[in-house]
């Protein structure tokens, strides 16, 4: 009789979830527009929420602010000198770049923020102004070639002091943190050893067997995916090569590299890797994200963030704003 009732819990999540997150629109107020930027995110509270290709929302960075994530991901193209948002080569559309979308509203909104004088920089959220936002910056076109770009659309931000970077002794957290990932070169974000403000997104699985061998190394490589910061990394990179001075996150696929939990809950070895992963990542310094984390059926994916939040996941990959932060789920899931 349980069973029956757990299968027909499970089924009417997976009903649910196939519900995009338009139909509990409650972005509907997004006409008061006009309000833009102060009281956008008035009594927000920041939570550990990234905003997975956020620019495909009807209103990408805007919609993830007033959620509360603190992370949004944009993807970069970089076409005739512009760096272009979009998740594919076709979806590229004229006006919709990485300094319309991301960096010019930014500005704006710091601007607004600090227009005091002689104030401790303020992030974007006024609940929480030490709270950082971290942009991160999908390269989808070759690393080399688009990194200048990347660079110098960074500027605006860069001249008023809005970015977190490493100057050679430390990081200096400011309110926006950029990290690069997908085709983002290594080598080249880490060239200068004296200031950085692009922050690597290092390989989470990496993390997983601690130091490697170099027959782990290798298998570790093979499990590597594209979408995520291992494209760029010259061949002799290890472990040991990321630190806080060069990266940001530690990210992995969770579907590759935990794999769907076919039982509907996660076993003692996948929690052993997770736990394993997550505890390597910190050693280094960075933070943990995964993605591809299941989205179905809901009550499985809340299940499967909940854990992720417990062991010390930092950030989750959120589709689906709306119920992440209507759940309100990570405060008060088991045993915080
Ligand atoms: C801002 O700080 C500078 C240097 O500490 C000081 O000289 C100046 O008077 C301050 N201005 C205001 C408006 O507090
Ligand atoms: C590193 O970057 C800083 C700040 O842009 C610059 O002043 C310095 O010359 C750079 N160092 C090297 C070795 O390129």
Not at 75 to 87: C, G, N, P, Q, R
Not at 133 to 143: H, Y
């Amino acid at each position: 009789m349980i069973g029956v009732i757990e299968f027909i819990t499970l089924l009417c999540g997976i009903v649910v979830s196939f519900f995009s997150e338009d139909l509990f629109d409650i972005w509907n107020d997004e006409n008061g527009l006009v309000n833009w930027p102060t009281a956008l995110t008035k009594d927000v509270l920041p939570v550990p929420c990234h905003s997975h290709n956020d620019y495909t929302r009807p209103m990408p960075l805007v919609s993830a602010l007033k959620a509360g994530c603190v992370g949004v991901e944009a993807d970069v193209w970089l076409i005739d000198e512009e760096l272009y948002i979009a998740h594919t080569r076709p979806k590229v559309t004229h006006g919709r770049t990485l300094g319309s979308l991301y960096v010019n509203p930014l500005m704006s909104l710091l601007e607004e923020r600090n227009s005091a004088i002689n104030q401790t920089l303020h992030g974007v959220f006024e609940t929480d102004p030490d709270q950082n936002l971290v942009l991160l910056i999908d390269f989808k076109t070759n690393g080399a070639d688009t990194l200048p770009y990347v660079i110098s659309h960074l500027s605006p931000l860069r001249d008023r002091g809005y970015l977190t970077h490493w100057n050679g002794a430390k990081v200096v957290n400011r309110p926006i943190t950029v990290v690069a990932t997908g085709s983002a070169p290594f080598e080249l974000l880490t060239a200068n050893s004296t200031y950085r403000d692009i922050f690597y997104d290092a390989p989470l699985e990496l993390m997983e067997d601690g130091e490697p061998k170099p027959v782990q190394r290798a298998r570790s490589a093979r499990r590597k995916e594209e979408g995520q910061g291992s494209s760029g990394t010259p061949s002799a990179v290890h472990l040991g090569t990321y630190n806080p001075s060069n990266s940001y996150y530690a990210s992995g696929s969770y579907d590759r590299s935990i794999r769907f939990p076919w039982k509907f809950y996660i076993t003692s070895n996948q929690l052993n890797r997770i736990r394993a992963q997550i505890n390597e990542a910190h050693r280094r310094g960075l933070k943990v994200r995964y993605w591809s984390t299941p989205s179905w059926p809901r009550n499985l994916r809340n299940h499967i963030w909940s854990v992720l939040v417990r062991e010390g996941a930092d950030l989750l990959n959120v589709d689906d704003l709306e119920s992440a932060i209507k759940g309100h789920w990570w405060s008060n899931n088991e045993g915080r």
